[in-house]
């Protein structure tokens, strides 16, 4: 079993940063697969950003270049930078923990945090 909490949300204005965290306990955190995703009112969840055990990153096109995920496993932390914000990032934003092992699949999400972009 994996609890995630996730921080760092706000109200931010246009082209501001923001840093969420996401803090992981009660399983082996480096083994799993770490994400970002987020929800806006009305809409899908989708996948924001990735991070896999080797380090390796995956992003959404709409985010490149101006969010930044990142991993310590030795805090079992995964964060998320952003920059550039933009009101169309106005969500919640989610953190995710997966794994597959031995034919079983491991998906754990956290109760997420808003962000809102606003002038």
């Known amino acids: 079993q994996v609890q995630l909490v996730e921080s760092g949300g706000g109200s931010v204005q246009p082209g501001g940063s923001l840093r969420l965290s996401c803090a992981a306990s009660?399983?082996?955190?480096?083994?799993?697969?770490m994400g970002w995703y987020r929800q806006a009112p009305g809409k899908q969840r989708e996948l924001v950003a990735q991070?896999?055990?080797?380090?390796?990153?995956n992003y959404a096109d709409f985010v490149k270049a101006r969010f930044t995920i990142s991993r310590d496993n030795a805090k079992n932390t995964v964060y998320l930078q952003m920059n550039g914000l933009k009101p169309e990032d106005t969500a919640v934003y989610y953190c995710?923990?997966?794994?597959?092992?031995?034919?079983?699949?491991?998906?754990?999400w956290g109760q997420g945090t808003q962000v809102t972009v606003s002038s």
């Open positions: 991070i896999f055990s080797s380090g390796n990153t």
């Open positions: 995710n923990a997966f794994r597959n092992y031995v034919f079983q699949t491991y998906d754990y």
């Open positions: 009660g399983s082996i955190f480096s083994l799993y697969r």
